[in-house]
């Protein structure tokens, strides 16, 4: 697949931690059968420039810091409950700055995996519907 604004390992490195803190198996599509990575793709390709480069040594830094906390190995190569816990003490330990950087990429996972069209379907929310009960009751009261 391309991508507008991030390379493939960077859409790598953003599914596995998605996969990581959304955790959707087996009730929920894995991460590879969402649309996740191009939503990612998608809002860094209109973020700031400033912003891409800094989200991208972001995930760099999240790829590697396993290696300095003693795991061994990166993020992408460590068995999904060590990244679990890997992710659970960048969140808790550390100066205040690191964990609302971990508790800002968590959040971002969430809300790219939870805006797939499909799983958002399968919690009970049906945008298109949404949206087509707007245009009917607009029509009825004859607004635009």
């Known amino acids: 697949m391309r991508f507008a604004a991030i390379a493939p390992r960077e859409a790598s490195i953003f599914a596995c931690v998605t996969d990581t803190v959304v955790a959707p198996e087996p009730v929920f599509p894995p991460v590879r059968e969402t649309d996740a990575a191009e939503f990612f793709d998608r809002w860094m390709a209109h973020s700031p420039r400033l912003n891409r480069t800094a989200l991208r040594a972001l995930l760099y830094a999240v790829e590697v810091a396993p290696i300095a906390l003693g795991f061994g190995r990166r993020l992408r190569r460590l068995p999904e409950a060590e990244r679990a816990r890997f992710l659970q003490i960048a969140e808790s330990r550390g100066p205040a700055q690191v964990r609302q950087l971990a508790e800002m990429v968590k959040g971002m996972a969430f809300l790219a995996y939870y805006g797939d069209d499909r799983v958002m379907l399968m919690v ?21």
């Open 124 to 144: 009970g929310y049906d945008a298109e519907a949404n949206a087509r009960r707007a245009r009917e009751l607009r029509a009825r009261e004859g607004r635009p």
